[in-house]
């Protein structure tokens, strides 16, 4: 157990729904990533929060975004959703940026 | 696209060393060598990290080349649990994940 939360485990929604997801950082960790794991992929940086401010992006349409709350907690938002988003969205937390990332157990999106 | 270039599968008797080899010959100075595994449909799980020197933690050992091109890590007894897709990722920051190596431990 890495101390990192994440809901819901699964969720299903129609193409062009809407969809938040949560995580909870670990106790102390400043530093939220997300990411995505298409099946049989591994996964894909999305972005990064630290201290409430979006640090670094990777190669994910404007429809992505994020948040991340005073106690460091965190949503990813997807907007539009299409075929192509269903995935494991995974969350990782850390002390600070450039330290080790310990991961959440996901939430698996099925987007029919 | 990922820095690192990992075989796509190995066997390993239960109980052997594992070894695990990951050429990273485009590293930066300030990168960090960092290991981590994923069982099936779970996250991933975090082994061990190291920067220019060789490391060992209770789950491995880090064994990283002078010139920092390439490195391994060692399962010392590997046991059944061991079986998963391990990860070698070079990164200050957001982590860039390959393929990965598919170990499966076999009794």
């Known amino acids: 157990e890495t101390g990192v939360t994440q809901s819901p485990t699964h969720l299903i929604k129609t193409r062009g729904q809407q969809v938040t997801l949560r995580c909870s950082s670990q106790s102390g960790h400043n530093t939220v990533s997300w990411y995505q794991q298409a099946l049989g992929q591994g996964p894909q940086f999305i972005f990064q929060y630290y201290r409430e401010e979006e640090n670094g992006r990777g190669n994910f349409p404007p429809r992505f975004s994020g948040l991340q709350f005073p106690n460091y907690s965190s949503e990813l938002n997807v907007n539009a959703l299409e075929l192509d988003d269903s995935a494991l969205y995974l969350c990782?937390?850390?002390?600070?940026?450039?330290?080790?990332?310990?991961f959440g157990p996901g939430t698996r999106l099925t987007v029919l | 696209d990922a820095k690192t270039t990992q075989p796509p599968s190995m066997d390993c008797a239960e109980g052997r060393a594992a070894n695990l080899p990951c050429n990273h010959s485009?590293?930066?100075?300030?990168?960090?060598v960092y290991w981590y595994r994923q069982i099936h449909s779970q996250g991933p799980q975090y082994i061990i990290h190291?920067?220019?020197n060789n490391e060992t933690n209770e789950m491995a050992s880090l064994i990283i080349t002078e010139d920092r091109k390439s490195s391994t890590l060692i399962l010392p007894h590997a046991t059944l649990r061991d079986t998963a897709v391990y990860y070698c990722?070079?990164?200050?920051?957001?982590?860039?994940f390959g393929a990965g190596t598919q170990v499966v431990v076999t009794p």
């Open positions: 990782a937390s850390s002390l600070d940026r450039g330290q080790v990332q310990f």
């Open positions: 190291g920067l220019k």
């Open positions: 485009t590293i930066s100075g300030n990168e960090y």
């Open positions: 990722i070079v990164s200050w920051g957001k982590l860039q």
